[in-house]
């Protein structure tokens, strides 16, 4: 298959680094971290600069359920790749700990990416394209109603307004199965992706009247503002 749902467990990791220390983080994450994660069953779904925050570096990794999860974080975390590189790794970071585990909201929902069309180890080529986003807060768990509503009503007007629906996703709420790496826990979101041409789109959609309206319908549904990332692909990401 060219194509084909990956990774029905989801970790969206938010860093927070040290002035002026992203590239060379993302540098060494493309170098080293890339094809030492999948040998142990971690698929690395995509490295994003937040265009928003340069102190900010998202990253998706993911895994086949939460048992492999424990299984293949161990396994990196103890190897050799992993011991010659983290203190560098670990210099150019404040914070790793804000982290969603995430869960297709429908088994079809999740990311479907071309196989090999990962850029080789050693680019250094910008990508073109741009991710955004967007994190609905709620009190409760996500309920099969609201993903209808995305599906029938908001996903529709996205795509009218000029997006692309990547993925989406609900939290994950089984236990923390790699206590090592702390993740938010007790929240409640429903998660979209949605990808562009360029960042001109995005900024295009949000004065769209479609938009506006997505705006006011979704206010209807969720607890707070949504938050908006809006993000561009690293040289090596997968998605874009």
């Given amino acids: 298959m060219s194509r084909q749902t990956h990774s029905p467990i989801v970790e969206l990791r938010m860093y927070k680094l040290r002035k002026n220390r992203r ?16 040998a142990v069953g971690i698929q690395v779904l995509g490295q994003f600069r937040n265009v928003d925050d340069p102190q900010s570096f998202v990253w998706l990794q993911g895994f086949s359920d939460m048992p492999a999860r424990a299984q293949a974080l161990h396994a990196f975390y103890t190897s050799p790749i992993w011991m010659e590189n983290r203190k560098a790794a670990n210099a150019t970071i404040l914070d790793s700990g804000n982290v969603l585990l995430l869960h297709p909201a429908r088994p079809d929902s999740g990311f479907k990416l071309k196989t090999g069309a990962r850029p080789p180890r050693g680019s250094t080529t910008p990508q073109d394209g741009f991710v955004a986003v967007t994190i609905c807060y709620f009190d409760e768990p996500v309920t099969n109603e609201f993903i209808e509503y995305f ?8 795509q009218e307004a000029g997006a692309s629906i990547l993925a989406y ?20 979101v429903f998660v979209w992706f949605a990808g562009f041409r360029e960042s001109e789109a995005f900024a295009a959609m949000l004065k769209s009247k479609a938009w506006k309206e997505i705006s006011k319908s979704l206010s209807q549904h969720v607890s707070g503002e949504p938050e908006v990332l809006r993000l561009t692909p690293t040289p090596r990401s997968w998605l874009k």
Wanted: glycine residues 2%; hydrophobic residues 30%; proline residues 7%.
């Fill in 169 to 188: 996703f609900v939290t994950e709420d089984s236990p923390n199965t790699y206590p090592r790496l702390a993740i938010r826990e007790g929240e409640h």
């Fill in 23 to 38: 590239d060379e983080l993302i540098e060494l994450f493309e170098r080293e971290f890339i094809e030492s994660r999948e």
């Fill in 151 to 158: 599906e029938s009503t908001l996903q529709p007007a996205l």
